[in-house]
């Protein structure tokens, strides 16, 4: 394979005013188009899957060259043309940028630090695309003791080529490159450990008190545990977790070769902590979540994302195998790797059942709509989310579960989701061969032997109940449902001090039958003010079927109904080993600890 020959598009990205939250980026364009270049910045970034408009962050853009100014048309909301310029000229375009968003899909930057994500700051060279691209990262004026981290490779050879962890002049071989590596710069804590060969880091930025020793020992055993489940080598030659921690924050997103975090500070893990507290298993559960992405949406994509249109929505019914799957190795990947007990697991398990079977939008969403929807319902949820949305991600995972569960009950244990995912590795990751909207299913038909078009249709294109309890029980696990105390309402609340206001109204529940919405405020009930203190043992008093006479507001109208009160609701899954010491207890787990 020859190297590219293209003349390298060069950036240089500076935080020209970090107290008013400035990068100035500068774009350097050899040979642009002789009838006027066209440049473009991204519409969204690859794992978030809403439109996001990075362009209405650009405070200022304008084009030069030779010194002399360029005219730029603005073509719509994200793309410009320069006028033409000679043809061996350079044209370079030069834009400030407001980065002043504290997630992981954008780009932030003040006194403290710096963060952005390519899609934020750099534009897209139409037609230069897979030409080589080079970032020249420079320091503030007051930079310090700051350096980088950073997924992408040093221009080693280049002169400025940084160093590791250097500002200085970094490489991607294209576009899409460029923009898989997110950036931090900062006085960042940075903590390393190898996994399957590979040089792994974690970098932490922001007033934290971690144990760095217990936390890098965990995503050490998880990381090799992944690495291991899809084969060596791994396909990074590298991996880097960009880690921002705040009073309160969580979330994250998958890159090539790294991930952007945001947890709360207290999600980490602490010197002297004698047992894995909630919030901690909850953050190693999101780093497995976004490295198990390495493989399963970075490498084995859906071929609507082969290659992205950046400029727009992609389109595909897969999400929920790329989200979903992933969400249900996830936490598995914990309890494999050791880091956690089956108790544990199983009650994470527990946790997802529970928060999938409260939607009624489970019965009136399919997982391939939720996911062919994700750009207009599931990145912009309301009130009415839970009666018209199902999670492709929560459901998605229980649809793994059974599919897992399906696979070995058909083949006698002989094949799982497990050899599903390492086959589209091979077939579809390694040689980077998008997969079909049908190719999940004739997958897995093809390792089983075994027609699954009813299981697709009523679990994954249908909103059929999935039959867990049999499905668990034929594998060791008892399901069980804790029900409430008191008789439904059937309403999710919310409480603004003493007022008690009602976020959701599920569909067929009793409020929805007398007429109540999302947004009332419940002022009384027989008389009697309520409160969110007061609502449980008020509503304890009854039975279900009583008719109560409830007062509440809407907007500023004070409204009286009638109300029936439905049977208490189910709440909480409950999981269980039901043949303590049998040879079936959980074949997923058995089947790992056989490989530990």
């Known amino acids: 394979m020859q190297a590219n020959k293209a003349p390298a598009i060069r950036y240089t990205i500076t935080p020209s005013d970090p107290k008013a939250h400035r990068f100035t980026v500068c774009c350097d364009i050899p040979r642009p188009a002789p009838n006027g270049q066209e440049i473009a910045l991204p519409a969204w970034i690859p794992g978030s899957y809403l439109i996001r408009d990075f362009a209405r962050h650009i ?213 002297g902590m004698t047992s894995m507290t909630e919030s901690y298993r909850s953050f190693l559960g999101l780093c497995s979540h976004e490295y198990f992405h390495t493989w399963n949406v970075k490498r084995i994509r859906p071929a609507a994302f082969t290659p992205y249109d950046l400029e727009r929505e992609n389109y595909t019914r897969l999400l929920w195998a790329f989200e979903g799957i992933t969400s249900y190795y996830d936490d598995l990947a914990l309890l494999r790797s050791g880091v956690i007990t089956l108790d544990d697991w199983l009650a994470l398990l527990a946790k997802t059942i529970s928060n999938v079977a409260r939607g009624p939008g489970r019965l009136r969403q399919s997982l391939a709509d939720s996911s062919f929807n994700a750009w207009s319902k599931f990145y912009r949820p309301d009130d009415n989310t839970p009666n018209a949305v199902v999670s492709y991600y929560a459901k998605g995972a229980l649809v793994a579960l059974a599919l897992d569960l399906t696979l070995r009950a058909k083949t006698g244990g002989r094949i799982s989701l497990d050899d599903v995912m390492r086959t589209l590795w091979t077939r579809h990751g390694l040689p980077g061969i998008g997969v079909d909207e049908d190719g999940i299913r004739r997958l897995a038909e093809d390792l089983s032997g075994h027609s699954l078009r009813r299981f697709f249709a009523d679990f994954v294109d249908g909103t059929s109940e999935l039959p867990l309890a049999r499905l668990l029980a034929e594998h060791g696990i008892r399901l069980d449902w804790n029900t409430a105390k008191t008789p439904s309402l059937g309403v999710k609340t919310t409480s603004e001090g003493e007022t008690l206001r009602l976020a959701h109204v599920y569909d067929g529940g009793a409020a929805h039958a007398a007429g109540l919405a999302a947004g009332d405020v419940l002022v009384a009930i027989d008389g009697l003010r309520v409160t969110p203190a007061t609502l449980e043992a008020m509503l304890a008093r009854h039975q279900a079927g009583e008719v109560l006479r409830v007062h509440a507001f809407r907007r500023d109208e004070l409204r009286e109904i009638t109300l029936r009160l439905d049977a208490p609701d189910r709440t909480d899954a409950r999981l269980s080993v039901a043949r303590p010491g049998t040879a079936r207890v959980w074949p997923c787990v058995k089947a790992a600890q056989r490989r530990a």
């Open 59 to 271: 405070v200022a853009i304008r084009a030069e060259s030779a010194g002399q100014a360029i005219a730029l048309t603005q073509l719509d909301k994200h793309s410009w043309r320069a006028a033409p310029v000679g043809a061996d000229a350079t044209l370079s375009v030069i834009c400030e940028i407001h980065a002043w968003d504290l997630s992981v899909r954008g780009a932030h930057l003040d006194e403290t630090h710096g963060f952005f994500n390519g899609t934020s700051v750099f534009l897209r060279v139409r037609g230069h695309e897979d030409a080589p691209h080079w970032v020249d990262i420079r320091p503030p004026q007051h930079a310090g003791n700051w350096r980088v981290a950073t997924g992408l490779e040093p221009a080693r050879g280049t002169p400025g080529a940084a160093r590791r962890h250097g500002f200085g002049i970094y490489r991607a071989d294209n576009y899409d490159e460029l923009i898989d590596h997110p950036v931090e710069m900062g006085t960042f804590t940075l903590a390393t450990f190898s996994a399957g060969g590979v040089p792994h880091e974690i970098a932490i930025t922001g007033q934290h008190d971690a144990d760095l020793d217990r936390l890098t020992a965990d995503l050490q055993r998880i990381c090799d545990w992944q690495i291991n489940f899809f084969g060596k080598p791994a396909p990074m030659r590298r991996y880097t977790f960009l880690v921002t921690a705040v009073g309160e924050g969580y979330g994250g997103l998958e890159h090539r070769a790294s991930t952007a975090l945001l947890c709360s500070r207290r999600d980490l893990p602490f010197r």
